[in-house]
C-alpha cells in the first residue's frame, strides 16, 4: 500500500471549503485525469478517469462525512485506495485541507509512478487547483450537509488488509493524524 499525505491551506471559510469539497460532480474541474463524476446516491459516486492513457470506471463509497470535519471512502471494485479529508478551521477565513490515501498501485506503470512520486505530485496539484477554483469563486457550488456515520464492524477481529501491520484500522488503514473516533463519531 502506498500512503500520501497533503495539505493546504485556502482562503474560505471552513463551511465554504467542505460544502464545495461534498460536490463531487465538480471534482473534474481541477482534479487532473478526473473525467466524470457521478453521484449516484447519497454515499456512491461513480468515477470515469483517464491517466496516462489508461481509461477506468469505479465506484467509491463513502463510508464517513461529517459536515465541516472530514469525508472518508474507499473503492468498490476497480482500483484499491481509500482515504479521508479533513478541514480544520485555521481562523474564521481560512481552513486546512487535509488529505490522507492509501492505494495500492495495479499495473508496472502505476508501481513505477508511485516509486517515481507522480501521483504524489498530482495530488499536490489537485489540492492547489482545488484551492485556486474555491478563493476565485469565493463561495462553494453547493453542499451536502448530511452526516454518513462509519458501520460498526460486524466481526471481532477483522482481517487486516495486505501488507498491513494488524492494529491499523481495517478501512483506512494507519493514516497518522487520523484516528477512528474521529470517523466513528466517538470511541471505537
Sequence with gaps: ?????????????????????????????????????????????????????????????????????????????????????TFQAIDQSTTRVALAMQYEPDSLTEKAGAALGIVDNRISGDLKRFKEFIEKRGH?????????????????????LPNQPPETDPVLGDMPGVKPEDYRGGPA
Excluded at 38 to 61: P, Y
Excluded at 140 to 160: C, D, F, L, S, Y
Aim: no cysteine; hydrophobic share 35%.
Design 1 to 85: 500500500m502506498t500512503t500520501i499525505e497533503k495539505s493546504i491551506d485556502v482562503h474560505v471559510p471552513v463551511r465554504t471549503a467542505y460544502n464545495q469539497w461534498t460536490q463531487f460532480e465538480s471534482f473534474p474541474e481541477f482534479m487532473e485525469g478526473v473525467e466524470r463524476v457521478i453521484q449516484v446516491d447519497d454515499t456512491l459516486t461513480r468515477w470515469e478517469t483517464k491517466i496516462g492513457g489508461v481509461f477506468r470506471e469505479f465506484d467509491a463509497q463513502i463510508v464517513a462525512q461529517h459536515p465541516d470535519e472530514l469525508v472518508a471512502w474507499n473503492t468498490v471494485g476497480g482500483p484499491v485506495h481509500g482515504g479521508v479529508v
Design 140 to 160: 462553494e457550488t453547493g453542499g451536502w450537509r448530511g452526516e454518513v456515520r462509519m458501520e460498526p464492524q460486524t466481526h471481532a477481529t477483522p482481517e487486516p
